[in-house]
């Protein structure tokens, strides 16, 4: 298993333009295919707030026994572009993706994600039916479901003003109390540590200011025609189970797959069973 800073140290790293800025994304890439073209789709991850692609650290290694995987930093997060002046609404993380796949020279993907990484897929799917071929969302923001008061919370100016101990001990709760059961100590560090430098604070209270709930309600989720997985941990409060079967009566080919004993960081909670169903999707 590794921890985060060996999978800071294997991510690539490429420039996209978003709304006129030029902006480093961070990417962690693996797979026979890693780099070059290969027959089936490579399977894209997509993280949400306030993690980063390490939340996929138990489910990547074993698609990527068969499959090119990719997994982004969303501008805004982990090791990509923190700076300040940038959008990092799930709007700008879209033309990100988008520019993000055109680089690497993809066509067709299938979309793995979760939380606000959920939004985007959900808006990139709608809007580029023919580009994705499998989608899956776990605990996925949708319509209005969406921001939750700890990222609102986030999102206040005076969260930039924290002392670095108390912002860490409101990350450690997220995490720590979060977790169904015994929270592990690596996960819990690897998610706090891009938000605990200076730019890393101030990024996170753009990132959280930038959940706008308007860019999940416009989707028109009738024109996504991928083969739809929700493989949804039914215990969340933040994005719960209802909103699963609400998407699953929109969407067409949509099936439910809830994993119990699961809150909203469904793929630390359950990893074994979380990458078991997804593999068993991809064949």
Same mark, same amino acid.
């Given at each position: 298993?590794?921890?985060?800073?060996?999978?800071?140290?294997?991510?690539?790293?490429?420039?996209?333009?978003?709304?006129?800025?030029?902006?480093?994304?961070?990417?962690?890439?693996?797979?026979?295919?890693?780099?070059?073209?290969?027959?089936?789709?490579?399977?894209?991850?997509?993280?949400?707030?306030?993690?980063?692609?390490?939340?996929?650290? %138990? &489910?990547?290694?074993? =698609? @990527?026994?068969?499959?090119?995987?990719?997994? +982004? #930093?969303? *501008?805004?997060?982990?090791?990509?572009?923190?700076?300040?002046?940038?959008?990092?609404?799930?709007?700008?993380?879209?033309?990100?993706?988008?520019?993000?796949?055109?680089?690497?020279?993809?066509?067709?993907?299938?979309?793995?994600?979760? %939380? &606000?990484?959920?939004? =985007? @897929?959900?808006?990139?799917?709608?809007?580029? +039916? #023919?580009? *994705?071929?499998?989608?899956?969302?776990?605990?996925?923001?949708?319509?209005?479901?969406?921001?939750?008061?700890?990222?609102?919370?986030?999102?206040?100016?005076?969260?930039?003003?924290?002392?670095?101990?108390?912002?860490?001990?409101?990350?450690?709760?997220?995490?720590?109390?979060?977790?169904?059961?015994?929270?592990?100590?690596?996960?819990?560090?690897?998610?706090?540590?891009?938000?605990?430098?200076?730019?890393?604070?101030?990024?996170?209270?753009?990132?959280?200011?930038?959940?706008?709930?308007?860019?999940?309600?416009?989707?028109?989720?009738g024109a996504i025609e991928a083969?739809?997985?929700?493989?949804?941990?039914?215990?969340?409060?933040?994005?719960p189970y209802d909103y699963a079967?609400?998407?699953?009566?929109?969407?067409?080919?949509?099936?439910?797959?809830?994993?119990?004993?699961?809150?909203?960081?469904?793929?630390?909670?359950?990893?074994?069973?979380?990458?078991?169903?997804?593999?068993?999707?991809?064949?």
């Amino acid at each position: 298993m590794v921890d985060h800073e060996i999978w800071s140290d294997e991510q690539a790293t490429t420039t996209v333009t978003v709304d006129g800025h030029d902006l480093e994304v961070a990417y962690h890439e693996d797979g026979p295919s890693a780099g070059g073209a290969g027959d089936e789709s490579p399977v894209v991850f997509l993280h949400g707030i306030p993690t980063w692609s390490f939340l996929w650290r %138990d &489910i990547v290694p074993a =698609v @990527a026994e068969e499959r090119r995987t990719i997994a +982004p #930093d969303m *501008v805004g997060y982990g090791n990509s572009a923190m700076h300040d002046g940038f959008d990092r609404s799930i709007r700008a993380q879209e033309v990100m993706l988008e520019g993000l796949l055109e680089d690497l020279g993809i066509d067709r993907v299938v979309l793995v994600a979760h %939380d &606000i990484g959920g939004g =985007v @897929a959900l808006r990139f799917a709608a809007h580029n +039916p #023919d580009a *994705v071929e499998q989608l899956v969302l776990s605990n996925a923001v949708c319509y209005d479901s969406w921001p939750v008061e700890f990222v609102s919370e986030l999102g206040l100016p005076s969260t930039a003003d924290l002392e670095r101990e108390e912002l860490e001990a409101r990350l450690e709760s997220a995490f720590v109390d979060g977790a169904y059961g015994e929270a592990d100590p690596e996960f819990v560090a690897g998610m706090k540590a891009p938000w605990l430098t200076d730019e890393g604070r101030v990024s996170l209270v753009r990132d959280a200011v930038a959940t706008n709930t308007n860019h999940t309600t416009e989707i028109d989720y009738g024109a996504i025609e991928a083969e739809t997985l929700l493989l949804w941990g039914e215990d969340d409060v933040m994005q719960p189970y209802d909103y699963a079967e609400r998407l699953a009566e929109d969407i067409d080919d949509a099936a439910l797959a809830p994993l119990s004993d699961a809150y909203h960081w469904v793929p630390e909670d359950r990893a074994d069973d979380y990458g078991d169903r997804l593999i068993d999707f991809l064949k």
